[in-house]
């Protein structure tokens, strides 16, 4: 079986279209019950992105991530960072997930236990409220969205094996399209194409200083933010 991952700095990839011209997520849009009201009667809609180009020759493989909103006084987004030694994806930005178990009752169940295993979110600080459509990765993981709206109460603990740092982005930076970019290379001959969010976080570290750290979030985890922004925007049924 062979990966054959690309190798490259996205950093360095040139931005071929930005979005600015579009709307945002209204803010009042993305409060607990306008969510739970999206969910509980969703729109006719199709996502922007459903798959990446495969680089991969072996057997597709079920996962799923839970996209959890924290539901502060905006709602905040859970984002890690892989850790380096990790054989898929490492070091990038991604949502708590990972592959489907055996013993899963089902998507829910697998976003829910991974995130528990990677960052120490119990269960029973999250209500989940849906899913997006399935995501296909270029390293051949079938992708699960679940969304889910996380009480403040909980307390993160990361997984080292796993995950080296885990932070939170403000849902709306990520809903306004402002913040999304476009990028695209050739590689074995195809073009292709990934979104960015780029963000910059501020925070204070162990020292009580307070730093900017930059958090580049793209690839599949861009992409499925994207399809959760088309999904808020489209018009509900009437």
Not at 77 to 93: D, K, N, P
């Amino acid at each position: 079986m062979s990966s054959n991952i690309p190798v490259f700095d996205p950093l360095s990839v040139p931005v071929i279209e930005t979005f600015s011209h579009l709307p945002a997520v209204k803010i009042h849009d993305l409060h607990e019950q306008a969510l739970l009201n999206r969910f509980q009667q969703p729109p006719a809609w199709q996502p922007e992105i459903k798959q990446e180009a495969v680089f991969t020759n072996r057997a597709p493989q079920s996962a799923a991530v839970l996209i959890a909103l924290v539901m502060r006084e905006q709602p905040y987004v859970i984002l890690t960072q892989r850790a380096a030694h990790l054989s898929t994806h490492s070091g990038q930005i991604a949502f708590p997930g990972g592959k489907v178990d055996a013993e899963d009752a089902n998507a829910q169940a697998t976003a829910l236990r991974e995130a528990h295993e990677e960052v120490g979110l119990h269960a029973r600080h999250v209500q989940v409220i849906g899913e997006l459509p399935l995501y296909v990765t270029g390293s051949a993981f079938w992708v699960t969205p679940v969304i889910g709206l996380v009480s403040p109460d909980f307390e993160l603990q990361a997984n080292p094996d796993e995950v080296a740092d885990v932070f939170e982005v403000p849902l709306a930076f990520l809903m306004n399209p402002a913040h999304h970019r476009q990028h695209s290379m050739t590689w074995q001959g195809e073009q292709r194409y990934w979104f960015s969010m780029p963000y910059e976080e501020h925070r204070i570290d162990a020292h009580g200083q307070q730093e900017s750290v930059e958090r580049y979030i793209w690839g599949a985890t861009a992409a499925m933010l994207r399809n959760f922004y088309r999904f808020l925007m489209v018009h509900p049924p009437r």
